[in-house]
């Protein structure tokens, strides 16, 4: 079973910046797509960013790109996304999520098998 685990989020005022991380067991990492989706309240779950097994390929919300950065490390298995110059739109719970097929890079959610419990960021004015 795999299992992913989300932290450093926390409050931030505008302008400001954090580094979410994911890190992941229970399977081989470096086969698999990663992303991070948030939800806002009352708001559906969205697509925030993407990348590829090997890192070569990277996807960005429209919202976010120039600002956020999606990296990994496959030998510590873990995800990073890097996030600057934070709005207070960015307030949501952040996940990160797992592809169900080797190989894939996806914006879908239905793409990806595996999800976090997820990491608050809430970004003040």
């Known amino acids: 079973q795999v299992q992913l685990v989300e932290s450093g989020g926390g409050l931030v005022q505008a302008g400001g910046s954090l580094r979410l991380s994911c890190a992941a067991s229970?399977?081989?990492?470096?086969?698999?797509?990663m992303g991070w989706f948030r939800q806002a309240p009352g708001k559906e779950r969205e697509f925030v960013a993407a990348?590829?097994?090997?890192?070569?390929?990277?996807y960005y919300a429209e919202s976010v790109k120039g600002r956020f950065t999606i990296s990994r490390d496959n030998a510590k298995n873990t995800v990073y996304l890097q996030m600057n110059s934070l709005k207070p739109e960015d307030t949501a719970v952040y996940y990160c999520?797992?592809?169900?097929?080797?190989?894939?890079?996806?914006?879908?959610?239905?793409?990806?098998?595996?999800w976090g419990q997820g990491t608050q960021v809430t970004v003040s004015s």
């Open positions: 990348i590829r097994w090997n890192g070569d390929t990277t």
């Open positions: 999520a797992q592809t169900r097929e080797l190989t894939l890079v996806s914006r879908r959610l239905y793409d990806y098998a595996y």
């Open positions: 229970g399977r081989t990492f470096s086969g698999y797509g």
